[in-house]
């Protein structure tokens, strides 16, 4: 099994900064993609930034500019530095991957259990 623990939430102003961290572990052979999702009260979940293996990103329009996500020394971490942050990215972060187990041919996709991010107006 593949687990993903992320850290990093809470709570800050508006214009404040927060830097969320996951750490995937588990019998990973390979790690195709990570990713942060994001889901408010009452609404769907949506992708805020993903990044390759081999290191291409791609981000939300609402984020680009002020969000960066980037893949950690450590193997299998991702990190989201979340700058300029405003009262509609107050969320529930989730931290997303999709790898291929150790004796498996295909990629599977796993989910952290999410951290809050709340921010004050």
């Known amino acids: 099994q593949v687990q993903l623990v992320e850290s990093g939430g809470g709570l800050v102003q508006a214009g404040g900064s927060l830097r969320l961290s996951c750490a995937a572990s588990?019998?990973?052979?390979?790690?195709?993609?990570m990713a942060w999702y994001r889901q408010a009260p009452g609404k769907q979940r949506e992708l805020v930034a993903g990044i390759l293996g081999i290191g291409s990103t791609n981000y939300a329009d609402s984020v680009k500019g002020r969000f960066t996500i980037s893949r950690g020394n450590a193997k299998n971490t991702v990190y989201l530095q979340m700058n300029s942050l405003k009262p509609e990215d107050t969320a529930v972060y989730y931290c997303?991957?999709?790898?291929?187990?150790?004796?498996?041919?295909?990629?599977?996709?796993?989910w952290g259990q999410g951290t809050q991010v709340t921010v004050s107006s």
């Open positions: 588990g019998s990973i052979f390979s790690m195709n993609y």
């Open positions: 997303n991957a999709n790898a291929i187990r150790l004796g498996s041919t295909r990629g599977s996709d796993y």
